[in-house]
């Protein structure tokens, strides 16, 4: 007899194809249902809120291009 033989014991599962496929369904219809509930933003305000953050972005970077200088600086004073 050709096969993998189950050692008396250990639990057997049948297949569990149609289960999966029932639950990924039901997830899908579930993150339909939330998606419908999301308030997305207007264009207008995704555009207001990007400019913030690209200015925050620009400032942040020049103080820390600014203390990198400066330590590079000290470091060259302090090692010679």
């Known amino acids: 007899m050709l ?8 639990p057997f599962y ?8 029932a639950k990924a369904k039901d997830f899908i219809t579930e993150v339909k249902a939330e998606l419908g509930k999301v308030t997305w933003p207007t264009r207008k305000e995704t555009i207001s809120t990007t400019w913030v953050v690209v200015a925050i ?24």
């Open 3 to 10: 096969g993998v033989r189950i050692p008396p014991g250990l």
């Open 14 to 21: 049948p297949s569990r194809g149609p289960r999966v496929i």
């Open 57 to 80: 972005v620009v400032i942040i970077s020049l103080y820390l291009g600014i203390c990198d200088v400066i330590l590079a600086k000290l470091m060259r004073l302090i090692l010679g």
